[in-house]
């Protein structure tokens, strides 16, 4: 019999891709690594689409994102979920990581891949 009054806590079906960088430690500033999307769209629930891409973060890292038009385009293509990414130092590297996803929602496209390629291209140049 299942119980009609569930706990709220225990084993979440959410996973997440983390693509790590590793950065020189001689360069080590940590809000140099920090930057997540900040997205402009126009409609409402399933016709909601992204108009710009920005990335809002106090570092480099940012300014430098912000400066690959390709790479705002290409993150503009894809659906919100995809195209809320956050890049955040960890202890001896960066990491890259969008939403939590379910098991049926979760995985990485090639167009995601590519994404997430060119900004650990802009990690390793700052």
């Known amino acids: 019999m299942q119980d ?4 709220p806590w225990g084993a979440q079906d959410r ?23 900040k997205l402009t769209t126009q409609g409402h629930f399933g016709t909601k689409s992204i108009v ?14 912000n400066e690959d038009v ?12 995809d195209a809320t990414i956050y890049v955040e130092p960890t202890d001896s590297a ?3 990581r969008g ?7 979760f995985g990485i496209s090639k167009d995601l891949f590519e994404i997430y390629d060119k900004i650990a291209g802009h990690i390793k140049s700052v």
């Open 99 to 105: 939403k939590w996803d379910n098991h049926i929602a």
């Open 52 to 65: 710009k891409v920005e990335w809002d973060g106090p570092g480099k890292l940012s300014v430098k994102l």
């Open 15 to 37: 996973f997440q891709a983390h693509f790590i960088v590793r950065v020189d430690p001689f360069l080590w500033d940590v809000k140099n690594f920090v930057a997540k999307t």
């Open 4 to 7: 009609p009054n569930p706990l």
């Open 94 to 96: 960066v990491r890259i």
């Open 70 to 81: 390709e790479l705002n385009e290409m993150i503009a293509k894809q659906s919100i979920k």
